[in-house]
């Protein structure tokens, strides 16, 4: 245990030359470590939190997947030798709901391996022992490049909501939501048209088509399918129902 734990304490130089501030994204990056060696764990939370970094522990693959889908994080750290579910079957997981950025921190370090985990959808492949200096670089290019490509892509407001058109993915408060192809392009196209009442009809011809022959009640079905998701509350409201016309979302 102690040749385990000292990797992690492995040429740890003196915190005042490591690079700050200009590499950081503007707030504190959420960080999640998937890590079944609970020393182990700790011992990278206290590296990174010292960085200024917010970080999360999980000790197995399952525990890791209810986090993904219920928080937001900028990053993962992945072992493979996880008890219950391995690594590189996480991470082909993780790839169906989140392209949040993977890197793998593990003692395997054949080449099969290493491509394996990258082919899986990883984004980097650390080997066990390293250096922490080396593992914060790193750290800092994956951050770097989600928030340039963040930055890059198009996206719509609506209060603490964020809808990413590229990524077809919705955000609000940072708690990220699963949708259907359908309540997004419904989503999609009431943020298009923020503050602007639109009605029923309207709804009906610019997301579900001129030739849409059903009942226009579906468009008051797939309002309230949102508004759940949102989590839409009386004292907290996205989507105003404008009685006898329509909708509207409001800022």
């Known amino acids: 245990m102690v040749q385990k734990i000292a990797y992690v304490m492995y040429n740890i130089e003196s915190r005042d030359v490591r690079l700050k501030g200009a590499d950081r994204m503007s707030g504190r990056s959420h960080i999640l470590i998937v890590e079944d060696e609970k020393q182990i764990a700790r011992f990278i939370q206290m590296e990174l939190e010292h960085e200024g970094y917010e970080c999360d522990i999980e000790y197995n693959g399952t525990k890791a997947m209810e986090r993904i889908g219920q928080d937001h994080f900028d990053l993962i750290l992945l072992d493979i030798m996880l008890p219950d579910v391995d690594?590189?079957?996480?991470?082909?997981r993780?790839?169906?709901?989140?392209?949040?950025p993977i890197m793998f921190l593990s003692a395997?370090?054949?080449?099969?391996?290493?491509?394996?985990?990258?082919?899986?959808?990883?984004n980097d492949y650390l080997t066990k022992p390293f250096n922490s200096k080396e593992l914060l670089a790193r750290i800092r290019v994956l951050l770097r490049d989600r928030n340039t490509d963040k930055a890059s892509e198009n996206f719509l407001?609506?209060?603490?909501m964020t809808l990413y058109l590229d990524r077809h993915e919705v955000e609000v408060a940072g708690r990220k939501l699963l949708l259907t192809k359908k309540e997004f392009e419904l989503l999609t196209?009431?943020?298009?048209?923020?503050n602007i009442v639109l009605t029923r009809e309207k709804i009906l011809e610019e997301v579900w088509g001129y030739d849409y022959a059903g009942d226009t009640n579906v468009v008051d079905v797939y309002i309230r399918y949102i508004r759940g998701k949102i989590g839409q509350t009386d004292s907290k409201k996205y989507i105003h129902t404008v009685r006898g016309v329509g909708y509207v979302a409001k800022d």
């Open 87 to 92: 690594g590189l079957t996480l991470c082909q």
């Open 94 to 100: 993780m790839r169906e709901i989140s392209n949040v």
């Open 108 to 122: 395997k370090d054949d080449v099969e391996t290493k491509v394996a985990g990258l082919d899986m959808g990883g």
């Open 157 to 160: 407001h609506l209060q603490d």
């Open 189 to 194: 196209y009431l943020l298009r048209n923020k």
